[in-house]
């Protein structure tokens, strides 16, 4: 009768909304399901990315030794103070792995910095970005030497350049390679620390106004 077809187009009604209802409650789970799997596999592809390039420092760092003669210890930043992230930063080995204060801290791309204080499993360096940071260095083109101050996050200064100086944008700046003494000698000589970004004269002073980019 027509109450009784009504009553089962009514309920294969429900059972179809029911079923469709659960087929995209399960396709939404295997959509999650997928979208966690991409993110597991991007992380994992960051991690990867991660430990390769810590190998080719590692190589690189492994080179530094035939290139420079220097004796070296491959070392990682663990530690990194909010209050003072251009200033210090804390590395994974110490006295025990041979290491000593005022020696430098070097990364494949140049000079990162100078060890200020030590442990025997742990030491604290004081990076080139540091205010109060003053290195010895040359510009590797003219052989002038000066002295690089850091001045975070302004770009650090070179000084005792003289006005008639041919210093140019884009002139490398190198360690000076001189020596305090046979105990602090902290870089090799000619090994990479920044570039020149700009170049400007003060009437006020004798010396250029010389800016400089530490290399990243």
Known sequence: NISGRFLYQTAE???STQKAAKEIIQAKHRAQAVELANQKLTIANHE?????LALEDYRQALGFKN???YKLVAAQIIGRSPDSWHQQAIINKGTRDGLKNNQGVITSNGVIGQI???SAHNAIIQLIS???WRMGVKLARLGQYGVLL???????????????????VGDEIVTSGVCIDSDNCPYPENFPVGRVI???KNPNIIDLVVKVKFNE
Do not use: H
């Open 13 to 15: 009604s429900i059972t």
């Open 198 to 200: 700009e170049v400007d």
């Open 48 to 52: 990867l990315k991660a430990q390769l």
């Open 150 to 168: 850091g001045n975070f996050p302004e770009s650090a200064t070179l000084q005792f350049i003289a006005v008639d100086s041919d210093v140019q």
């Open 130 to 132: 540091n205010k109060d």
């Open 67 to 69: 290139t420079f003669g």
């Open 116 to 118: 200020k204080k030590i």
